[in-house]
């Protein structure tokens, strides 16, 4: 996490960029799905906030809603302390919460940093209330050659610059009994994963 310290103070800029690239798409339809889905009163935990602003943009939407920013780095959570709500450190694996806490669990690229991103998502449907919804941003491995050779360069940059990987499994497929989507971008750079827990549904992991 100290390599994200050293990052928190110019990390909003340099991600700026990454999205003109190639996580643009993704992570409005993330906005579309989550606009759609905040109201007043609801629980909403946004899992690796980075600097908090997705968390930020969520509370502009809806001022009423009870936002947990978490992160695993303390100088990104120190830049997301001015958001209303609750701060909590900690790292995606096995995140300090407990279980069904969450109405929306929201997750921007993040997963690619942790060394086991099946094991982080169990752990945010843990967290996520019967009836829930999840949403999810993380780099992924384009599909065609073709399109890994063009992408090559863009991608070595995001992992030296992010420490992360792009990501070849499929995620939406460990998660339990509920609807998953999963929309790749065009240019197959990120994935954006919805996810809606079955109501009535509670996890065992």
Not at 76 to 91: D, E, F, Y
Not at 104 to 119: F, G, H, K, N, Y
Not at 164 to 181: D, K
Request: with cysteine.
């Amino acid at each position: 996490m100290a390599f994200y310290d050293g990052l928190a103070p110019r990390y909003e800029r340099i991600h700026q960029r990454w999205l003109r690239a190639g996580g643009g798409e993704s992570i409005a339809a993330l906005r579309g799905c989550l606009a759609a889905e905040l109201r007043p009163g609801a629980r909403v935990l946004d899992a690796g906030c980075g600097t908090g602003e997705l968390a930020r943009w969520a509370i502009e939407q809806e001022p009423l809603a009870h936002m947990t920013v978490l992160d695993a780095a303390r100088r990104m959570l120190h830049r997301a302390s001015t958001i209303p709500g609750c701060q909590v450190l900690g790292n995606l694996h096995r995140l300090p919460l407990p279980d069904a806490a969450f109405d929306i669990v929201i997750c921007t690229w993040a997963l690619e940093t942790v060394d086991d991103p099946t094991r982080a998502v169990l752990e945010l449907e843990r967290v996520l209330a019967p009836g829930g919804l999840l949403c999810c941003c993380y780099c992924s491995e384009p599909r065609s050659p073709l399109v890994r050779l063009r992408t090559l360069l863009l991608r070595t940059t995001v992992t030296q610059v992010f420490k992360g990987r792009f990501l070849t499994c499929g995620i939406g497929e460990t998660l339990g009994s509920g609807r998953v989507r999963v929309m790749p971008s065009r240019r197959g750079l990120s994935m954006f994963l919805c996810y809606r827990k079955l109501p009535g549904v509670s996890s065992s992991r």
